[in-house]
């Protein structure tokens, strides 16, 4: 386990090392690793440091919102409107990794542009270890490892997690006193939604998916999982009404792990399922079923794509 305020004092002055007297920005997606990188760099080079959150158009149910106030303190804050851009950049593309890549691409593009108007020369961002090993193994690209474009236009890469699991991230939000919302919230995927949509990105089926998302986190919070969250699967047949009708299916995963290298699906209660379920179909009528992904990792990985 991570020595909290020795990692805080090390990573402080590791970044007044890297960074000098130049300028950065720091890639915040609001979860708990990109703020505790947002919270370290802030430390290190104060109002140096540009905060920019990138609104995809693929983020949980009210994360933007969330991140003005949490992050509020920091007058640099600056939250770019993208979800166009990002959508457009992912259309027609239905392979896991190309759209990783495309969304790694899109993400530098975007810091690239606030960089200049922010005379920066580094980026920060919040990735860790087993973002390394998922990409260096060819498991998955992570968005900001394996996902980056060969070009990127920074002096250098500042990534003051790298070494540290989840749990160990945690611990030091903590020890920064940052808000339970943030030391303690559910992981969050770098490329957000996209792959929580098996196949083509549509705004149909991103906007199941984050409405989805946030039934599942409502009704198994009681139950304390390491992540649980819906992705829309594929095209099944229901009847709704007196109406047979042709619509999404809906994965629910719900997982206990302690740092996301390995995990084991979550034995929820049958009446947690079927609230999800009712709730899921009820509240989207182009959703006919649910199902319940009780397969562990490994075999199969946390996230569908």
């Avoid at 009210?62 to 992912?90: C, H, K, N, P, W």
């Avoid at 005379?119 to 270890?129: E, K």
Wanted: with cysteine.
């Amino acid at each position: 386990m991570v020595d909290a305020p020795s990692f805080i004092e090390d990573a402080v002055e590791e970044i007044e090392a890297e960074v000098g007297d130049a300028n950065a920005v720091i890639a915040l997606s609001g979860g708990v690793d990109s703020s505790v990188a947002a919270a370290l760099a802030y430390r290190a080079i104060g109002d140096r440091l540009t905060p920019v959150y990138v609104d995809t158009g693929l983020m949980r149910k009210g994360e933007t919102d969330q991140i003005r106030e949490t992050f509020s303190y920091m007058d640099s804050l600056r939250v770019v409107e993208a979800q166009d851009r990002f959508l457009d950049a992912l259309s027609g593309i239905t392979d896991p990794e190309e759209k990783r890549h495309a969304i790694g691409e899109r993400f530098i593009r975007e810091f690239e542009r606030e960089a200049v108007s922010a005379d920066a020369d580094y980026l920060v961002q919040g990735t860790i270890y087993p973002d390394r090993i998922e990409s260096e193994g060819n498991i998955k690209s992570h968005h900001n490892v394996g996902g980056l474009p060969e070009v990127v236009d920074f002096e250098g890469l500042v990534e003051p997690v790298r070494e540290l699991y989840k749990d160990e991230v945690r611990d030091v939000a903590r020890e920064l006193g940052l808000e339970e919302i943030i030391s303690e919230r559910m992981p969050f995927p770098g490329p957000g939604l996209a792959i929580r949509v098996v196949g083509e990105v549509t705004r149909e089926k991103v906007e199941i998916a984050r409405e989805a998302c946030h039934i599942v986190e409502e009704e198994t919070a009681e139950h304390d999982p390491w992540q649980a969250f819906a992705a829309v699967v594929g095209k099944g047949t229901g009847v709704k009404g007196d109406n047979r009708v042709h619509g999404w299916i809906v994965s629910v995963r719900s997982v206990e792990s302690r740092d996301g290298m390995t995990a084991r699906a979550q034995e929820l209660p049958w009446e947690t399922l079927q609230r999800i379920q009712s709730r899921i179909t009820g509240e989207n009528e182009n959703v006919a079923r649910v199902v319940y992904d009780v397969t562990h990792k490994p075999p199969a990985t946390i996230e569908y794509e």
